[in-house]
């Protein structure tokens, strides 16, 4: 579960980077954009929250779909890695997003949301006692 969770980490922070880079040296795709930010940051700020919202539930309803079910630890232990792919993946959208829209208008904020969307992802991470608390 911490390769699956490093992993989708890994991967929007190289994205992060790689946007970071490409702005960097060819400017924004779509620089008419930039006259709604306002507009387009705080889309982006509903969006995460209620991204945020979302995927604290479906995490929720998971490890408690696999707290209160019969079944061995092992089946137990996949429906946990389940509901935290489903977790990871809708909180990672408004990362993307942020992404995207830095990319088409340029504007380092977003990189900066994006960053610190990611950073809000690492409490995650799964660890052994933390799973087991869960769990129980």
Known sequence: MQIVFISI??????????????SQSHGPLAPGIKTYHSWLLGGAAIFSFACSIWGR?????????????LN????????????????????????????ILSLLTGNF???VYAAVLLGFMLPAM???EKVIGQLQ
């Open 9 to 22: 980490a890994t991967a929007a922070l190289l994205f992060l980077l790689g946007a970071i880079v490409f």
């Open 126 to 128: 799964p660890r052994k």
């Open 109 to 111: 904020v977003f990189q």
């Open 57 to 69: 539930q479906q995490f929720a309803k998971g490890v408690e779909t696999a707290k209160t079910s």
């Open 72 to 99: 061995p630890l092992e089946r137990k232990l996949t429906m946990y890695r389940t509901s935290l792919i489903i977790y990871l993946a809708i909180t990672e959208l408004p990362i993307i997003f942020c992404i």
